[in-house]
């Protein structure tokens, strides 16, 4: 059974950055694609950064040039680097590969 668990997110203030962390299983991290999505309030969850098995990254246009998606499959962990934060980033973030889904993780960009 594949085990997502994020973590890194809180608050903090507009132009900031804080650093995601996503603990899988090391075939779910090395096999598969991994995603980081995010779910704001009375909104619909949506992709926000993507690597493939093999490296390639993707970003939603909101995003480009202020996150990173890296990976680490030694430590079985998926990372998003987030800077450069503003208002709308606001919103919970989760970790999916495939089907799998981590519980997700709070992040608040205060103005």
């Known amino acids: 059974q594949v085990q997502l668990v994020e973590s890194g997110g809180g608050l903090v203030q507009t132009g900031g950055s804080l650093r995601l962390s996503c603990a899988a299983s090391e075939i779910t991290v090395r096999l598969n694609a991994m995603g980081w999505y995010r779910q704001a309030p009375g909104k619909q969850r949506e992709l926000v950064a993507r690597?493939?098995?093999?490296?390639?990254?993707n970003y939603a246009d909101s995003v480009k040039g202020r996150f990173t998606i890296s990976r680490d499959n030694a430590k079985n962990t998926v990372y998003l680097q987030m800077n450069s934060l503003k208002v709308e980033d606001t919103a919970v973030y989760y970790c999916?590969?495939?089907?799998?889904w981590g519980r997700g993780t709070l992040v608040t960009v205060s103005s």
């Open positions: 999916n590969s495939a089907s799998y």
């Open positions: 690597i493939s098995r093999l490296g390639t990254t």
